[in-house]
């Protein structure tokens, strides 16, 4: 099957955290064991250069983004051909920045072997939707687009009806990550790709932390009964670059359900009210997701994969009682974690 066919189909995308050491350095070799990690948990693939692995790889004092996606790459590329072949994996690029920016990243993400970009428009915060428009296209020649509805939050903008459905008639664009924290816009991208036309092409991804399991359940129908429902087929999510194997279970028995038209039972709202329960800890939902990337640092760092929840700015970590709300959800959803399998797994991806 290509990545193409994958990403329709439907795949969990964890995104890819950055290792960093005690000084702020690159990690490589732990940057290498999530890869790994994220292979042998079963995930469709990774996205790098994105929201989780840190904004600030693209500054010059670091340098990191074009080193983080080779690595990423190099890891790929050392898949055995079988179930997991690289030709099968979605591997998607973060693209940022102005334009001329991200056009060097989109052509740099394709020589690299990338097949998708993920394109952020944070640096377009009071930009009219015609001028978001034309850098979508022009990033579009160099590398297929992943849309991405960003939660301002964290560095994104608020992206109307009108940008979300003039976007999806483009050619090139092949999926939508949805993640702006708010059911209102979450429609509004969802109608959007309905009224344009291509819902048959344009892949779903759910990017809604805090309601992963709710999107991936719902049929979305707009308009006429007759008209075909629109499902959300897949996540590329922060959340998920933890505990990815427990993720990868659960997608696959969502798609059976979902697909067998089985009715679905209520122990699905359960589980997504725990899974949200838990983000908001991870993301420290209490502080404005300010402590999003320590929070996710800070189980990999427990596991094993970390030595420790170091991001490149340093002020940037737990917020006061986040780890304190991290223990208690670990105590509450054992049921979410894969420790017995990062346990037996860490010395082959560490090597």
């Known amino acids: 099957m290509s990545w193409r066919e994958q990403l329709r189909e439907g795949v969990a995308i964890p995104a890819h955290p950055l290792a960093l050491t005690a000084a702020r350095q690159l990690d490589e070799r732990r940057q290498r064991s999530l890869t790994r990690y994220y292979l042998a948990a079963g995930a469709g693939g990774v996205a790098?250069?994105?929201h989780t692995t840190?904004?600030?790889?693209?500054?010059?004092?670091?340098?990191?983004?074009?080193?983080?996606?080779?690595l990423a790459?190099?890891?790929l590329r050392a898949v055995d051909a079988g179930d997991n072949a690289v030709a099968d994996l979605v591997k998607v690029a973060g693209i940022a920045g102005r334009t001329p920016q991200a056009v060097r990243e989109a052509e740099f993400a394709a020589r690299?072997?990338?097949d998708i970009g993920l394109l952020t428009l944070g640096a377009w915060r009071d930009a009219p939707v015609s001028e978001l428009l034309a850098h979508a296209r022009a990033v579009a020649e160099a590398i297929p687009?992943?849309?991405?509805?960003?939660?301002?939050?964290?560095g994104g903008r608020h992206l109307p009806y009108a940008f979300w459905r003039e976007f999806a008639e483009m050619p090139r664009v092949v999926a939508i990550k949805i993640a702006p924290f708010n059911r209102y816009q979450t429609l509004d991208v969802l109608r959007a790709v309905a009224d344009s036309g291509r819902a048959g092409e344009i892949a779903l991804y759910t990017g809604n932390d805090d309601s992963i399991v709710t999107d991936l359940v719902t049929p979305f129908r707009f308009g006429a009964p007759a008209r075909q429902p629109l499902h959300v087929v897949g996540g590329l999510l922060g959340h998920w670059a933890v505990w990815t194997l427990r993720a990868v279970r659960m997608l696959e028995q969502i798609h059976a359900e979902v697909r067998g038209e089985r009715p679905l039972a209520p122990s699905?709202?359960?589980?997504?009210?725990?899974i949200t329960d838990a983000n908001a800890a991870l993301f420290d939902a209490a502080n404005q997701f300010r402590g999003s990337i320590a929070g996710i640092h800070e189980i990999l760092r427990r596991q094993g994969l970390l030595a420790g929840r170091w991001c490149l700015n340093p002020d940037e970590d737990l917020s006061p009682g986040q780890a304190e709300e991290i223990d208690r959800v670990c105590r509450a959803y054992p049921h979410l974690n894969d420790d017995a399998f990062v346990r037996e797994h860490l010395d082959e991806w560490l090597r």
């Open 48 to 50: 790098v250069g994105v």
């Open 54 to 70: 840190q904004f600030e790889i693209r500054d010059p004092r670091f340098g990191l983004f074009e080193p983080v996606l080779e």
């Open 73 to 75: 790459m190099e890891e």
């Open 112 to 114: 690299c072997g990338y």
């Open 145 to 154: 687009l992943f849309g991405f509805y960003l939660q301002p939050a964290v």
């Open 268 to 274: 699905w709202l359960t589980l997504g009210a725990e």
